[in-house]
């Protein structure tokens, strides 16, 4: 896609790969960047907050069926694990 004289197609391997110069990438981003924000903050203001939490508490819970929280924060396993670091 071209947007004025600045190339906007996918990032499709490496920075040396790119036939762009680092001027152009800079030009294309500085173009792009406040049309992602206005299009960031428009999603987010038509987000509804209560519906957003409802969908992730669903999720939650779902994944408390498959996933149980285990019996312990795993703070003494990592102690454990720190203190053989230590004296390896």
């Known amino acids: 896609m071209t947007l004025g004289n600045i190339r906007a197609e996918p990032h499709t391997g490496t920075m040396a790969a790119q036939p762009e110069t680092m001027v152009e990438w800079v030009a294309r981003w500085r173009w792009l960047g406040p049309l992602l924000e206005r299009e960031r903050a428009a999603e987010f203001a038509a987000t509804d907050a209560s519906q957003a939490i409802a969908a992730f508490s669903q999720a939650y819970r779902l994944s408390l069926q498959t ?22």
Request: avoid cysteine; charge should be positive; hydrophobic fraction near 35%.
């Open 67 to 88: 996933h149980p929280p285990s019996a312990d924060s795993g703070l003494i396993i990592q102690q454990r694990l720190f203190g053989k670091l230590r004296h390896a």
